[in-house]
Structure formats: structure tokens, C-alpha cells
């Protein structure tokens, strides 16, 4: 029998550690690098690389905050249980609640863009890209959705398996750019004033 606020074992209902550390690194690498890389690189250019260390530390700060939360307040609830116990149940904390589930929903927005944006470069499944991007973005959002809603535990294990392949991909990412710094002519790409107006 199973404890309150505790799910039982077997519903599908509950992720373990593996599978948890896994979602939170997928969400990162999935939204931090390969959605809005090249926003970054646009509007930072030669800084990217800097403004990724702020991000990074940013992260860390962060992360430490909810372990800290997550341990004095253990609940499903999560942040909306975080921001409760800090403001009470009010007008208030409602709508930063409010705030918070419609950033979910963008940052879902995001994760499909950047889905449908990739796609179509390794299988067109329409007339013309704009079509297949939309059918792909559609298309992961109601996958998503189905396997959420069969079990959370799948969930953790497709995870476990596409962070390693991501992580991979970052490793040979990481090494060929380590590799490129040695004797590379187009260093100077870093300089923080490229893509500055003068």
C-alpha cells in the first residue's frame, strides 16, 4: 500500500533518479542548445560562448535553490508548491502560477518550433517545407502528449536514451571545436565587437 502523497509502485506513475537527472538534462540540451543556439549566436556573436557561461551559472543557482525547496517542501507540486509557501494562497501567487504553466506552454511552443525546424532537412514529408515543419511540430506535440498521458515512466526512458545520444553529439561537437581552436585562422570570430554597429 502506498503512502500519502506518495504514488505506488508499478502505475507507471513514478521516475526514478536515472530517469529524473535525465529529463532535466534533455530540457536543457534540447532547449538550450539546439533550440536557441542560433538565436544566441545572432544577437551575441563573438560573446555566445559568455553568455553561455552566465547561463550556465545562472543554471546552477537555480538548481540549487529547488533542491533546497525540494527538500524542505516535498510535494508533486512543485514550483506552484514553492511559490504557495512563499506568498500564501492569494490573487497573487495565482497568477504567477498562471504565468508559470503559460511559460510551459511557450517553452512546449519552442521545443516543437525548433522540432519542425529540423526535420524537414531529413525528411520531407510534404509538398514544400513550411508544411512539413508545421505537420512535425503538430505532429511531436500530439506524440508527446499520448505517451504523457500512457505513462511517466516511458517518458523517463525514451529520455534516458535521447539524452545519450545528445550527449554524444555534444562530446563530438565539443572535440571538433577544441580540435578547431589549434591553428585556426578564424579565431578572431570571437571578438566581442563582430556584429557590433560602429
Known sequence: MGTKGTPE?????????????????????????????????????GGTP??????????LITSYSYVKLSLSYPDRGGTVKFINEGFGKSVFSGGINNLLWMS???????????FG????????IAGNKVLSSHL???GIV????????YSIKVVG?????????????????AGMGVYGLFGNANMHQLDFTIGKVR
Open 117 to 124: 525546424s529540423y526535420a524537414p532537412n531529413l525528411y520531407m
Open 9 to 45: 509502485q508499478g502505475t507507471g506513475k513514478t521516475i526514478g533518479l536515472l530517469e529524473a537527472v535525465s529529463i532535466g538534462i534533455g530540457g536543457m540540451v534540447g532547449g538550450g542548445i539546439f533550440a536557441v543556439l542560433g538565436l544566441a549566436v545572432s544577437l551575441a556573436k
Open 136 to 138: 512535425y511540430a503538430s
Open 157 to 173: 526512458k525514451i529520455e534516458d536514451y535521447a539524452v545519450v545520444i545528445k550527449l554524444i553529439i555534444l562530446v563530438a561537437f
Open 142 to 149: 500530439i506524440f508527446a502528449t499520448a505517451i504523457n498521458y
Open 104 to 114: 510551459y506552454i511557450i517553452m512546449l511552443g519552442l521545443y516543437a518550433s525548433a
Open 50 to 59: 559568455i553568455a553561455f557561461l552566465f547561463a550556465g551559472v545562472l543554471a
